[in-house]
């Protein structure tokens, strides 16, 4: 790591007088809190805490969006590339796989410096991938593979500190965009396909020191440890690989939690498996839990719940009322009370038969398979998974990219579990179906719209004061569509899977969209 980061300093000196003068970002908590009044930024991983991914900036509008043109691409080495990059003050900083943090002149795409990151070996579970970064005054924070969490000079690209959050040996590693909420960092740790417990864990963004970790799975004398079966809750998943969300009013913060481990074998596991498959609301100060809810109890088909928490006041049956909107892997969309947690309503948004419903207090009704050969629908990548949503306050509308008709068979497989593995095997043949861009209306779950594609998508979802929303997908078309009609405004060819959130961005007046497919982060604006 010593070389690796004195290598990274060489780098960053060589670059130092490219550095446009004030390039320090000084992001004072107050300036996160009211992240929405600085369209000109992009500031946190979901643009703002409450993670509606939606942009005040109206330069770029159903009028103008098919003069859209390409102003410039930066190229990675490595894929898969799913960074939401940040924005401060005309600099951009990227996380490019695995986990070298790049600091980029958001007009031209120029490079300042490169902090380069080398990972220690471990039982990694899923590709190395990292989602993108958080920032609190002058510093940086990246979560890394390994599971490490480091802070990192905005101006100079040199590390400040590094701590490990987990042992990568035991098959933890981070994914994740860090959350900083006052003067703390929040990471999660993914794995869930490892055997791992997983935790919220809070370090102080100053020196490093961890402040709070909440376990997704109690232990024993906890309240939920009697949803696990014997020692099962010891490896039983709860990853938790997608940034939260936070309420300030309320001084909660709302973390998805991932599939209880393993992944298709209850009968090791017998129970609702808490917090699993759920949403925890948290005290960002102490990490006490306040309230859950569970979507998939006993997860059975790999629905794990990361889905990012969108939270919109609006009214609800003729009242006001504090909303988190959430599309679930599950196939079921639901409104739910993030001051106490209820259940207000909820309906499948994509083809699902694991469950005839849900009953009054949101509680899935699971339906009895006949036989292995039975479909499941939807399959184990779910009707939606981590790629963001976006609401609205211009159109009243909550935006989520699905996979519809998409369809998972399992069966028992009479392979040998591994010493870290606990119950049997399965295994699964699906049928992706195809990809769409929905709109739902919030109150009802009703699809006002819907936007097919001809392949299935991974991209989120932004949209802007200009009516329009953009996203992709996986055959490489990167759209802009009318966010109240779902019309196509406009759409271009990046030659790579679009698998990130776009966002947008202002400079010098003008507005800027970019987006990560493929090896490259693509930057359009309005010829």
């Known amino acids: 790591m010593v070389r690796i980061e004195f290598m990274t300093h060489l780098r ?19 300036r996160l809190l009211h992240a929405d009044k600085e369209p000109q930024n992009w500031l946190t991983y979901s643009g703002s805490y409450a993670s509606n991914r939606h942009s005040s900036l109206s330069q770029i509008n159903t009028g103008n969006a098919k003069n859209l043109e390409l102003k410039w691409i930066f190229q990675v080495q490595n894929t898969p590339f799913e960074t939401t990059p940040l924005v401060v003050n005309g600099i951009m900083y990227l996380t490019q796989p695995p986990n070298d943090v790049v600091a980029l002149d958001a007009k031209t ?26 920032i609190l005054g002058d510093t940086l924070y990246m979560a890394t593979v390994d599971a490490h969490l480091v802070a990192i000079d905005s101006k100079t690209g040199r590390a400040i500190w590094n ?28 794995g869930g396909e490892m055997g ?10 100053a020196t490093g020191k961890e402040d709070w970790r909440f376990y997704t799975i109690p232990a024993p004398g906890e309240p939920g440890h009697e949803s696990w079966m014997g020692d099962s809750w010891k490896h039983g998943g709860g990853s938790v690989w997608l940034t939260g969300s936070y309420d300030p009013e309320l001084n909660l913060t709302y973390w998805g939690v991932g599939n209880p481990w393993p992944d298709f074998d209850e009968s090791v596991r017998t129970g609702d498996n808490l917090y699993t498959t759920s949403v925890v609301a948290l005290d960002p100060d102490t990490g006490k839990l306040k309230w859950h809810y569970q979507f998939t109890p006993g997860d059975h088909a790999d629905y794990d719940s990361v889905q990012i928490p969108v939270l919109v006041n609006a009214n609800w049956r003729g009242s006001p009322r504090k909303l988190m909107l959430w599309a679930n892997r599950n196939g079921f969309y639901y409104a739910l009370d993030r001051t106490t947690g209820q259940f207000l309503a909820g309906k499948p948004f994509v083809k699902e038969n694991w469950a005839s419903g849900l009953d009054d207090s949101g509680r899935p009704i699971r339906t009895t398979k006949k036989s ?23 159109t009243g509308l909550f935006y989520v990219g699905a996979w519809d008709n998409y369809y998972s068979t399992f ?8 010493p870290w593995r606990r119950g049997a095997i399965n295994t699964w043949t699906d049928d992706a ?26 991209s989120g979802i932004l949209t802007t004061d200009g009516d329009v929303l953009f996203s992709g997908g996986r055959e490489g078309n990167f759209y802009a569509l009318d966010a109240r009609s779902g019309a196509m405004l406009w759409k271009t060819q990046l030659g790579g899977d679009v698998a990130s959130g776009p966002i947008t961005y202002q400079i010098d007046g003008k507005q800027y969209v970019a987006v990560a497919a493929g090896h490259g982060l693509f930057v359009f604006g309005i010829r």
Not at 110 to 122: D, L, M, Q, S, T
Not at 174 to 189: E, F
Not at 372 to 384: A, C, H, L, R, S
Not at 436 to 458: C, H, L, Q, R
Request: glycine share 10%; proline share 6%.
């Open 411 to 418: 069966t028992k497989s009479s392979e040998t579990p591994l």
């Open 196 to 205: 791992i417990r997983g935790r919220i864990v809070a370090y102080d963004a």
């Open 12 to 30: 960053a000196l060589a670059l130092l007088s490219m550095l446009p003068a004030g390039l320090s970002a000084q992001v004072t908590f107050d």
């Open 433 to 458: 179906g195809h990809g769409s861009i929905m709109a739902i209306d919030p109150a009802t779950g009703n699809k006002k719209w819907e936007f097919k594609m001809y392949d299935v998508t991974d």
């Open 109 to 134: 795409g120029a490079i300042f410096w490169v902090y380069e990151y080398r990972a220690k070996p471990g039982r990694l579970c899923c590709a190395a991938v990292n989602r993108g970064l958080a």
């Open 372 to 394: 292995d050969d039975d479909v499941t629908y939807p399959g184990i990548q779910g009707g939606t998974n981590w790629y963001s949503p976006s609401y609205s306050q211009r």
């Open 163 to 190: 701590v490990q959050v987990a042992d990568p040996q035991d098959g933890y590693s981070m994914t994740m965009a860090p959350l900083v909420i006052k003067d703390k960092v929040l990471v999660g740790t993914a």
